[in-house]
């Protein structure tokens, strides 16, 4: 099976812009999971979306939301952009079980 | 919510030596502990995991021990190679809200 996939794999935005970053998980999963990855944070959790539903959020603004359509692929999107939204977001898809495997990633940059 | 701490923050082994990465959590309820590697440009790979009902598993050169009580996971590389070097991260999930440790740099010298 093809793993998970991510477009685009690099962005550069300006301030103020909005972004859509899109992940198709591997075939056959139906849980989508973003995350945020920065130097100095580490590695959150965003939401997770499970059969168009999400089922579970962490702890950003509302600038940051996220869809899921029926064939599982999932969209992320940030609004009005900071300067500190600059970095690594990664999709993670899981089956049924609790394993969850994740994408390349897309570097996002706001100058 | 769920805490995760890893440590050590950065660790460098010659190759052939063992390397041990070590993380705690704070909410007892979690109840699996995943590990992943991630290489320079790539996402986290999921290496090896283990559930709360099981205290130690093992996978060829990889090893990870769970102790519920003390609340706290352990990775353990035995016969390191230069291939082994990347960022390791723990987690701790609680029925799929996981929890990332801060990651741990391992550089292992040729």
């Known amino acids: 099976k093809a793993g998970v996939t991510q477009t685009p794999r690099y962005l550069i935005k300006t301030r103020g812009q909005q972004v859509t970053l899109s992940c198709s998980p591997i075939s056959g999963h139906r849980s989508v999971s973003w995350y945020q990855q920065t130097p100095g944070q580490g590695l959150q959790f965003l939401f997770e979306?499970?059969?168009?539903?999400?089922?579970n959020k962490g702890n950003f603004p509302g600038r940051f939301s996220g869809r899921q359509f029926s064939n599982s692929r999932s969209e992320m999107n940030v609004s009005t952009l900071e300067l500190g939204d600059s970095a690594l977001y990664l999709c993670?898809?899981?089956?049924?079980?609790?394993?969850?495997?994740f994408g390349p990633g897309t570097r996002l940059t706001v100058t | 919510g769920e805490n995760v701490e890893q440590h050590p923050s950065t660790l460098s082994v010659q190759e052939g030596d063992s390397a041990v990465i070590k993380c705690t959590y704070s909410?007892?309820?979690?109840?699996?502990f995943p590990w992943y590697k991630q290489e320079l440009g790539k996402g986290p790979q999921l290496i090896i995991d283990?559930?709360?009902?099981?205290g130690e598993k093992k996978d060829q050169r990889i090893a990870v021990t769970l102790n519920k009580t003390a609340k706290h996971f352990s990775l353990h590389i035995t016969e390191t190679q230069p291939e082994d070097s990347a960022v390791y991260f723990c987690a701790a999930s609680i029925d799929n809200d996981m929890r990332f440790g801060a990651g741990t740099r391992l550089t292992v010298k040729p």
């Open positions: 993670a898809s899981r089956d049924r079980g609790w394993e969850q495997y």
């Open positions: 283990i559930r709360s009902n099981v």
């Open positions: 909410d007892s309820a979690s109840n699996y």
């Open positions: 979306y499970f059969s168009e539903t999400q089922r």
